[in-house]
């Protein structure tokens, strides 16, 4: 598929894509090529994709493996995956972030600007081998963050906490349709175990996302402001900010909060 081709498809389908769902068609086949390469899918692998578009992954996923689920909200854009593709997917119609998703072992999805978070938390809820997705290249770069960089934050600790993640390669703007103002990035998930112990995955959540959504406040401050006590002022990083800590500090913050039993 190239430029002309979605062009056409778009004209076709009487398709307006929208702004408000993030809606930007990749028209370059050597980065979807790349894309599912990335992914390492094996003939026997259940595949997951949200927001198939026009199809540009989904021709290539059905190529490799014969178990490919599609979501898709939009009703014309699911009209012509199914007219395409028939039973060689299983078509999935309605919101990625309120439908149960199957159970799938790779996820490789362009994903919709808009909803790049939550399906990101979504994603992290499920038992996968591997995941690559096409994001804002900000996003990426929040994703893989280190402590004390500008793009550090609740993202790229809940990340480190569930997954190796890095960035693949930057894609153009100029490679989809309608060109969105900014570049996009392809992003590995992994998923494994946490490299440090939390003795309450509740608190220390609870923890990370008081910390960052008053980032510019102390520790103390910020777990004040969202109603966490703080049992003992001895704890350490109290007066240090959220941004400054790495996400081990950040667990061993949370393992005295909830060792103290008062939170």
Known sequence: MNRNETSRLINERNIVPKKSKGQNFLTDDRVALRHVGFASIESDDKVLEVGPGLGILTEKLIGICDHVTAIEIDRKLADHVEEVFGNRIELIRGDALSVEWPRFDRFVSNLPYSISTPVIFKLMEHDFKKAVVMVQKEFAERMVAKRGERDYSRLTVNMYYRAECRILETVPASRFKPRPKVDSALVEIVPRPAPFTVNDETIFFKVVNAGFLHRRKKIRSALRTENIMIPDSS?????????????????????????????
Do not use: A, Q, V
């Open 235 to 263: 704890i350490p990083f109290l007066d240090d900010r959220m941004e400054t800590l790495s996400p081990e500090d950040i667990g061993k913050l949370s393992n005295m909060l909830s060792e103290s039993g008062k939170i």
